[in-house]
């Protein structure tokens, strides 16, 4: 086997937390939220950063104890089987990426033809952004990493630069009155089915376990660069919402496919089309790079431990980089852009169940911290879970709320059932026949420990 090399530091995978996490999807989808609940919306969004900090605890716990590149797949077998352990990865990370990645090249390609309709047509910035971000993530992991730190950085400060003068007030006047504390909450308890909406605002943060075969220090970097990340988010959360509540109303957040472009434009007037751009551009462009670096890593260690086809487990012979399976990653992040098209009405859609099939993952991530404490309570831990295991229990119970009211609308909850339910129900399928025919392996039967460690 050719083994990964260990290029990235801290500020690589601090980096690679932040930039799946604040995607332009999340922008639309927080300041959607914000339109629906006002300040309201920090209840929620208090509630998934906490979430948010529980899952990086059970992932830096098993990472550490089992380093490896197939991540959730190694934890979860050698927990509770082979089976959960490919659904979980494959639907929590690889269908996720089939609806986050298109949703997310749908909205750009969206959102920059919306303000240069003379410069672009339909889908070519989503598919050419697709196509680079494959080609560096092939050329290498230390490429990516360059790349990634700047694109994390100028998104941060795009962010912190659009709430900031809203709040200063140094934007243009603003078109109407507001009293922040005045019917603060609009959406009274049902602000509470926004946690779904506001938990899509924190996952990501784990794609740099994926990454631990090729971290410096991973004992230390992994989990301070998780929940490093995750709090960085959060302020930059509260200052981007409370931005938009003083420049725009919160009727237009709600209802608007592009609210991200109202509040650019409510603070910087039409000169604001190039810092959108900018923004919307990078923000993207970060999510699409971290996710063709993190889940083909998943796929890889997946394809050597025999869960999936031999080829993906294949490393480039120059750049040391699992290139086939970036490649097939690539390749079903195309198919729902292709198929979907110009469909505005599927971003939501989309994203709400990439959503759904996340909180699966990280359902499974706690169970199997708690499964491996009773199972192995002496083994090697070089990062535990603080007040263990309350921030597995609550998380637990958490993700399984936010998964029964995924959505503010009935008609949209069922759709999203429908869809994630198909296609989780299409992965568990495959899963068995891979495992009792190809495999030949029980379903339910974890691997032992010192097999995975020495895999």
């Not at 709600?254 to 991200?260: A, D, E, K, Q």
């Not at 109202?262 to 604001?272: I, L, N, S």
Request: glycine share 6%.
């Amino acid at each position: 086997m050719t083994h990964l090399k260990r290029v990235l530091g801290f500020r690589s995978l601090l980096a690679i937390s932040i930039g799946v996490v604040v995607s332009q999807g999340v922008m639309v989808m927080i300041l959607q939220g914000v339109g629906i609940a006002g300040l309201g919306f920090f209840i929620p969004l208090t509630i998934a950063f906490f979430l948010a900090i529980f899952y990086a605890f059970s992932f830096s716990e098993l990472t550490l104890m089992l380093p490896r590149a197939a991540s959730l797949s190694t934890y979860t077998e050698v927990a509770i089987g082979p089976l959960p352990a490919m659904v979980a990865t494959y639907s929590g990370y690889v269908v996720v990426t089939m609806f986050a990645l298109s949703a997310e090249l749908l909205l750009v390609d969206l959102i920059v033809r919306d303000l240069f309709p003379e410069f672009f047509s339909p889908m070519i910035l989503g598919t050419g952004i697709l196509l680079v971000f494959t080609g560096l993530n092939i050329i290498g992991v230390d490429i990516f990493a360059k790349f990634q730190s700047l694109l994390a950085f100028t998104m941060v400060v795009a962010l912190l630069m659009l709430g900031g003068t809203a709040l200063t007030d140094s934007g243009l006047p603003r078109t109407f009155e507001i009293n922040l504390f005045q019917d603060w909450n609009p959406a009274g308890m049902e602000v509470f089915s926004l946690i779904a909406i506001a938990i899509w605002g924190f996952v990501g943060a784990e794609f740099v376990c994926p990454m631990v075969e090729e971290s410096k220090n991973p004992e230390r970097n992994i989990p301070l660069s998780m929940i490093t990340g995750i709090c960085i988010v959060m302020v930059i959360y509260v200052i981007y919402c409370l931005g938009a509540i003083f420049y725009v109303p919160l009727d237009v957040l709600s209802s608007s496919t592009l609210p991200h472009k109202d509040f650019v434009t409510a603070v910087f007037g039409e000169g604001g089309t190039l810092f959108l751009a900018t923004a919307a551009v990078t923000a993207t462009c970060s999510t699409v790079n971290t996710c063709l670096a993190a889940i083909p890593r998943m796929i890889y260690g997946m394809a050597y431990n025999g869960q999936a086809i031999s080829v993906l487990q294949k490393i480039h012979p120059k750049y040391q980089t699992p290139w086939m399976a970036v490649i097939f990653i690539a390749l079903i992040t195309a198919v729902p852009l292709l198929v979907l098209g110009n469909d505005v009405e599927s971003i939501t859609l989309l994203l709400i169940s990439a959503s759904l099939a996340w909180l699966l993952a990280y359902i499974v991530v706690h169970i199997d911290v708690i499964v491996l404490r009773k199972r192995m309570p002496n083994a090697s831990r070089p990062f535990k879970t603080p007040f263990y295991p309350w921030p597995q229990i609550i998380g637990i119970l958490g993700m399984i709320y936010a998964a029964m009211h995924n959505s503010p609308s009935l008609e949209l909850t069922q759709k999203v059932y429908m869809t994630s339910g198909v296609v989780i129900l299409i992965v568990v399928v495959m899963s068995i026949f891979w495992l009792k025919v190809i495999m030949k392996k029980e379903l339910f039967k974890p691997k032992s420990f010192e097999h995975a460690l020495k895999e």
